[in-house]
């Protein structure tokens, strides 16, 4: 299993292009979610979803945009990229249950920088 | 709000020697879930360690085991026996039922041969 995969893993961006990062899972997983790290920080929730069609803001959703048409895809849009958004962003998924919550696999992450 | 924090940005260990990492949360919900992961230069998250609230029992992985203070809203990551490879910054991170993390700011942990 390939796990949680994202693409690209860099990126440079011009301010106000536009791109979409990609995530895919093949742990049929039914939640997945989108967080931003920025330097010496921790993680913050960017969207998250808990199943296909479903899809409910995080901490810090200003800019972004998400859609889920599959439990495996979950990709994250950027419109009118600006310089806060220069990140590195990581999509996870976990399996929940109504007996618990499991944990998050994380992919290995894309630097995006704008300038 | 839940908040998660580490008070200890950076922290150094000798090769061998067990080291303590603090992390403290605030919550007002009695069901929920703690982690501790670690990333190391690669920027891999890596799932070290998991607690589940309602049990009293610490969880314990290999050398690493956590010390879960409930009323005291601590919890704390003991690794046991430090390892060069246990370099790495390590996040402890809060999670409701929703699944949502939140974490806390990091420690970076250094060890010494």
């Known amino acids: 299993n390939a796990g949680v995969t994202q693409t690209p893993k860099f990126r440079i961006l011009k301010i106000g292009q536009s791109m979409t990062l990609q995530c895919t899972q093949d742990?049929?997983?039914?939640?997945m979610y989108w967080y931003r790290q920025d330097p010496g920080m921790g993680l913050k929730l960017i969207y998250y979803?808990?199943?296909?069609?479903?899809?409910d803001k995080g901490e810090v959703p200003n800019g972004y945009n998400v859609s889920r048409s599959t439990t495996e895809d979950f990709p994250l849009r950027l419109e009118l990229a600006a310089p806060s958004q220069t990140s590195v962003y990581f999509c996870?998924?976990?399996?929940?249950?109504?007996?618990?919550?499991?944990?998050?696999?994380f992919g290995p992450g894309t630097r995006l920088t704008v300038t | 709000a839940q908040t998660v924090t580490q008070s200890q940005p950076e922290m150094s260990v000798q090769e061998a020697e067990t080291v303590t990492l603090s992390c403290t949360y605030d919550?007002?919900?009695?069901?929920?879930?703690l982690f501790w992961y670690k990333q190391p230069p690669s920027r891999q998250m890596i799932l070290v360690i998991r607690?589940?609230?309602?049990?009293?029992q610490n969880a314990t992985e290999n050398r690493f085991s956590v010390n879960f203070q409930k009323a005291a809203k601590s919890f704390s990551l003991k690794i046991s026996d430090s390892q060069l490879g246990d370099a790495a910054m390590y996040f402890c991170?809060?999670?409701?039922?929703?699944?949502?993390?939140?974490f806390g700011q990091g420690t970076t942990l250094q060890v010494k041969p």
């Open positions: 996870a998924s976990s399996y929940s249950s109504p007996s618990g919550i499991y944990e998050q696999y």
């Open positions: 742990m049929n997983h039914n939640y």
């Open positions: 979803s808990v199943g296909a069609g479903i899809t």
């Open positions: 919550t007002s919900e009695s069901d929920y879930y």
């Open positions: 607690q589940e609230a309602y049990k009293q």
């Open positions: 991170a809060y999670s409701s039922n929703t699944g949502k993390l939140i």
